[in-house]
């Protein structure tokens, strides 16, 4: 790869998600050549995703290009490239566009879909884990009430205008919220010719509760706004299949649609190359405490594994923690330079939170926890301070105030029609 | 097509350009029955088209949802599909998703790319009709400096760095000056590590002189304003081929570039079952003075072709010529309601206008011709006041606003990447 060749140790940092960006921004490059690869060239704000694929927001609210605020560092160069196989003797990374010599390797590559096996499911289902994949399911959902309109056929009607969403965590829980939103308030008038209340939106989830890592009282209070805005829901049951547009389940119920929303299960994704000895609970890489996978090669975010007393299945999948992560590893390589001792990473639980809709949400942080209202505009404040960007924070704020007053959230706008992949079955 | 029958007669409008949405907003439908298709859900303001394509401005700023635009209007439909085939006989329309009988059918249906017949160049250059062409092309350009930094191929990096644009028209002319503005003043920020004195952009040009349609003193000044951009121009000079990254030319000069945009023929587009009699120049269908093609079809915008002494080769292909139509047919329709007898329709100039580049604008409107700082500002306020829509006018100022005091138009993603045709030749 054409990076030139200086006299600083080289660190090169795989994907510019919420702990490679945070490590890109805070590594100081007086001390290191940085390089940065991500096969996107922009930082995607995963939290808000929904919002995209519900045509709340558009996709420019929520990412930032890489280069604009990488723009005032020295010694930093980005590569739109995809990281494909590690050499841990040799100490190379072989990606897409090339070889790429390192001194430390980060990877924080993230997490994918993970789909359990099932490739009927996952060649028919739409995941909802990047910005394109949350602009295809916006097209499909827009779509389908085209289509729902010139049909007399009643059964193909209730499968375009019946929604699926399996995984009742904070992004099915959202979106679930989201999409009865835009059902409640906002499609009847863009529709008036369709009769909406035929559109069904179900929840299915495994656990015996919805936000299953949140608290009871979280839980139930998130179930009953859910209910509010008329989400079927399903507890303790799996989806065991979706082929035909039909979706089967461990209970014995069957649902027809004609759109299924995967946001059941995640797993760590990364290079080829790294030992299997080093692969753990939802293939996370194994990474001791501080970070590190080999003397050279760190692991943040999503795709590290700590396990630990308090997180015996290692740390939660959310930004906060990648967030951390990536701050503690910057601060480490700012040390070793200094020749300081290395200090073992600790996590700051600062909560979690989701909301369900307007003046819906259930908060937790530290020994507080609310819901209602308050607990939304918390919700909002903080969504919006994470964001980068000045203009993204801007645009969002206003996207926001404007649809709280007029009901009218985003232009529903089919710019590139859906196009389903090819089924395996 | 599941559009009840009533007791009204039924106009179908195919289209929801600048003729057919204005004809849609102005139509009585106490009257009238409303039916208006389009393959797309929203309407574009293909004006801005290039500002997209140069990444300055979001494709939702310039595109409108057509269902948004006629929601406070009775007996009128909308459905997404693309017409097919016209049965003149017995009054019908053919479309992607059902038949539908009209009662009066009209045809603006816009113009699309003229390759004249050269299949090669088609399969391989980009047009900038609609946004998703304009979205591929801003991918496109994004992509080629990804890959000029990648690469230590000096004839690769040229062909991934060069630009031609055929057709010196308006459209060619000003998507020609904004990328000259973003190598000038904006790509070198995100690439510090590229040389952009590397970026060429050429202008190539059938005619003797740029903005062929506009004065001689307009030709002059767009003339002046391109160079002053360091923009390359070829007038006389026909393209023949382009294929393997090559451009051949009628004048032997040829240039190697992996980006060719075609802005230089428009064809009128419209549905089958028309005799071949009525096709005029540029695919346009003959109509008479009260564009009507025959008694109960009735044709508007780019598709029209009236000959007159003043215009011989027909009305300019231009959004006010377009709305002018579509205001006067809906006049003529509300009237005939009324029993009143037809006028014809007068095209009232209201003269032209291209943007070159900051405070470099030319403009031409009844004795007035004037150019620079002043022109510019124009410029801007008149293609505010056409934009559709309070929101999309508000957003589309800030960032006219921003850029003009940060030099720093929009964000630049590479949201779906840019996916070739497969060559024919």
Same mark, same amino acid.
């Given at each position: 790869?054409?990076?030139?060749?200086?006299?600083?140790?080289?660190?090169?940092?795989?994907?510019?998600?919420?702990?490679?960006?945070?490590?890109?921004?805070?590594?100081?490059?007086?001390?290191?050549?940085?390089?940065?690869?991500?096969?996107?060239?922009?930082?995607?704000?995963?939290?808000?995703?929904?919002?995209?694929?519900?045509?709340?927001?558009?996709?420019?609210?929520?990412?930032?290009?890489?280069?604009?605020?990488?723009?005032?560092?020295?010694?930093?160069?980005?590569?739109?490239?995809?990281?494909?196989?590690? !050499? $841990? +003797?040799?100490?190379?990374?072989?990606?897409?566009?090339?070889?790429? =010599?390192?001194?430390? #390797?980060?990877?924080? @590559?993230?997490?994918?879909?993970?789909?359990?096996?099932?490739?009927?499911?996952?060649?028919?289902?739409?995941?909802?884990?990047?910005?394109?994949?949350?602009?295809?399911?916006?097209?499909?959902?827009?779509?389908?009430?085209?289509?729902?309109?010139?049909?007399?056929?009643?059964?193909?009607?209730?499968?375009?205008?019946?929604?699926?969403?399996?995984?009742?965590?904070?992004?099915?829980?959202?979106?679930?919220?989201?999409?009865?939103?835009?059902?409640?308030?906002?499609?009847?008038?863009?529709?008036? !010719? $369709? +009769?909406?209340?035929?559109?069904?939106?179900?929840?299915?989830?495994? =656990?015996?509760?919805? #936000?299953?890592?949140? @608290?009871?009282?979280?839980?139930?209070?998130?179930?009953?706004?859910?209910?509010?805005?008329?989400?079927?829901?399903?507890?303790?049951?799996?989806?065991?299949?979706?082929?035909?547009?039909?979706?089967?389940?461990?209970?014995?119920?069957?649902?027809?649609?004609?759109?299924?929303?995967?946001?059941?299960?995640?797993?760590?994704?990364?290079?080829?190359?790294?030992?299997?000895?080093?692969?753990?609970?939802?293939?996370?890489?194994?990474?001791?405490?501080?970070?590190?996978?080999?003397?050279?090669?760190?692991? $943040?975010?999503?795709?590290?594994?700590?396990?630990?007393?308090?997180?015996?299945?290692?740390?939660?999948?959310?930004?906060?923690?990648?967030?951390?992560?990536?701050?503690?590893?910057?601060?480490?390589?700012?040390?070793?330079?200094?020749?300081?001792?290395?200090?073992?990473?600790?996590?700051?639980?600062?909560?979690?939170?989701?909301?369900?809709?307007?003046?819906?949400?259930?908060?937790?942080?530290?020994?507080?926890?609310?819901?209602?209202?308050?607990?939304?505009?918390?919700?909002?404040?903080?969504?919006?301070?994470?964001?980068?960007?000045?203009?993204?924070?801007?645009?969002?704020?206003?996207?926001?105030?404007?649809?709280?007053?007029?009901?009218?959230?985003?232009?529903?706008?089919?710019?590139?029609?859906?196009?389903?992949?090819?089924?395996?079955?």
């Amino acid at each position: 790869m054409n990076i030139p060749d200086i006299d600083l140790p080289r660190v090169v940092v795989i994907g510019a998600g919420f702990a490679g960006l945070k490590l890109a921004r805070q590594i100081n490059t007086k001390y290191h050549q940085l390089v940065l690869i991500d096969k996107n060239n922009f930082h995607t704000f995963q939290p808000l995703l929904y919002q995209v694929a519900s045509a709340g927001l558009e996709p420019d609210s929520i990412a930032y290009p890489i280069r604009k605020t990488l723009r005032k560092k020295k010694n930093t160069y980005f590569r739109l490239a995809s990281a494909e196989s590690i !050499d $841990l +003797d040799k100490k190379t990374l072989t990606t897409n566009i090339g070889v790429l =010599a390192y001194d430390k #390797l980060v990877i924080a @590559s993230g997490a994918g879909n993970n789909f359990f096996g099932n490739k009927t499911i996952e060649s028919n289902a739409i995941p909802m884990k990047s910005l394109t994949e949350a602009l295809d399911l916006r097209s499909k959902i827009l779509e389908n009430f085209e289509k729902a309109l010139n049909t007399q056929d009643l059964q193909k009607r209730n499968e375009l205008m019946n929604f699926v969403i399996v995984g009742a965590g904070p992004t099915g829980v959202e979106l679930a919220g989201a999409l009865a939103e835009l059902r409640n308030k906002i499609l009847p008038k863009d529709f008036p !010719d $369709l +009769d909406l209340r035929q559109m069904k939106i179900h929840l299915i989830e495994a =656990a015996p509760r919805v #936000l299953a890592a949140m @608290s009871e009282k979280s839980s139930e209070k998130a179930y009953k706004y859910l209910k509010k805005l008329d989400v079927h829901i399903y507890t303790e049951t799996f989806v065991e299949n979706y082929a035909d547009n039909k979706v089967s389940t461990s209970v014995g119920k069957e649902f027809d649609c004609d759109t299924l929303v995967w946001a059941a299960g995640v797993a760590g994704q990364f290079p080829e190359g790294i030992d299997a000895t080093k692969i753990g609970r939802g293939n996370r890489l194994i990474v001791d405490e501080n970070l590190a996978l080999t003397e050279d090669v760190f692991v $943040l975010g999503d795709t590290a594994l700590i396990q630990s007393e308090k997180y015996p299945e290692g740390l939660p999948m959310l930004g906060s923690v990648a967030m951390q992560q990536g701050a503690y590893l910057a601060k480490q390589f700012n040390r070793i330079t200094k020749k300081k001792k290395r200090k073992p990473f600790v996590y700051t639980d600062k909560g979690t939170m989701a909301t369900i809709g307007r003046n819906l949400a259930v908060v937790e942080t530290g020994k507080f926890k609310f819901q209602g209202p308050f607990a939304w505009l918390v919700w909002m404040f903080v969504h919006l301070m994470l964001l980068v960007g000045f203009r993204n924070r801007v645009v969002v704020f206003v996207n926001w105030t404007w649809n709280y007053f007029r009901y009218n959230n985003g232009l529903r706008l089919i710019i590139r029609p859906y196009k389903k992949k090819k089924a395996t079955n």
